[in-house]
């Protein structure tokens, strides 16, 4: 039973040693990208909202371009 018991705290302390060394290989690992990383150039965080005009869709409250007629038809008669 001794030696039982034993073998448990053997395995304990080298799950615990693996957990740490892991631990540890991880941090410096985390520590060495957030060193290489930075923002990029593109990011404008400070000058607030950029358009981005699309041509390509109707003028906002357009409501008789295509593909919205069937939406204001149905929005004007009784169901």
């Given at each position: 039973?001794?030696?039982a018991k034993r073998e448990?705290?053997?395995?304990?302390?080298?799950?615990?040693?693996?957990?740490t060394s892991n631990a540890k290989r991880a941090?410096?690992?985390?520590?060495?990208?957030?060193?290489?990383?930075?923002?990029?150039?593109?990011?404008?965080?400070?000058?607030?909202?950029?358009?981005?005009?699309?041509?390509?869709?109707?003028?906002?409250?357009?409501?008789?371009?295509?593909?919205?007629?069937?939406?204001?038809?149905?929005?004007?008669?009784?169901?």
């Open positions: 039973m001794a030696s448990d705290e053997r395995r304990s302390q080298e799950g615990q040693s693996d957990l941090l410096a690992e985390k520590k060495a990208a957030e060193s290489d990383t930075e923002a990029p150039a593109t990011q404008t965080a400070s000058e607030g909202m950029q358009p981005n005009p699309n041509s390509d869709i109707a003028p906002s409250g357009a409501l008789e371009q295509e593909g919205q007629r069937p939406v204001l038809e149905r929005s004007r008669k009784v169901r």
